[in-house]
């Protein structure tokens, strides 16, 4: 398993900024699949902290108004609190390098460009389907890390199809 990391600049003013992904070698009858691993389950303490430190900007200019229709700040806050200080991206990659390199391929880890814009959602919020969903890490036994780790999947987006049911 390769981890590719990319460190925040100096002046980050937050240092939940760390977001996550993988690329698993075979899942679901698919190759090659890429998952966004996040933080789950922050509580209204963690919100309240973020607020008013100018952490949200303008929705994406790209984005049609219709899109935006109920669009909050505190859901683009909560989008922040999935995100991981550099310690927890650290643990999870190990722990994740350690349960699963057979299974994983390429793990990264990157800062969040700030401001978030507008318009954007927590992950734990996308209703699972018949395609996508989440894999709940700290599910697994002996999950030895002190938050909730889960990956969301969209086999509709993949490109891949390797006949593998795993």
Request: proline fraction near 7%; charge should be negative.
């Amino acid at each position: 398993m390769e981890k590719h990391i990319i460190e925040a600049s100096a002046d980050t003013p937050i240092s939940r900024i760390y977001i996550m992904g993988a690329i698993l070698k075979h899942f679901k009858g698919h190759s090659d699949v890429e998952i966004h691993i996040f933080r789950h389950g922050a509580d209204d303490g963690e919100l309240a902290a973020l607020q008013g430190k100018n952490l949200v900007g303008p929705a994406d200019p790209e984005v049609p108004p219709e899109a935006l229709a109920g669009a909050t700040e505190e859901a683009a806050l909560r989008c922040l609190l999935e995100a991981f200080t550099r310690e927890e991206a650290d643990a999870l990659a190990d722990w994740l390098e350690t349960r699963y390199a057979d299974q994983i391929s390429d793990v990264y880890i990157s800062p969040m460009d700030l401001p978030v814009p507008l318009g954007v959602g927590p992950l734990g919020l996308v209703p699972s389907g018949r395609t996508n969903g989440f894999i709940c890490f700290d599910a697994v036994h002996d999950y030895p890390l002190p938050f909730v780790a889960r990956g969301y999947y969209d086999l509709a987006a993949q490109e891949s199809f390797s006949g593998d049911q795993e």
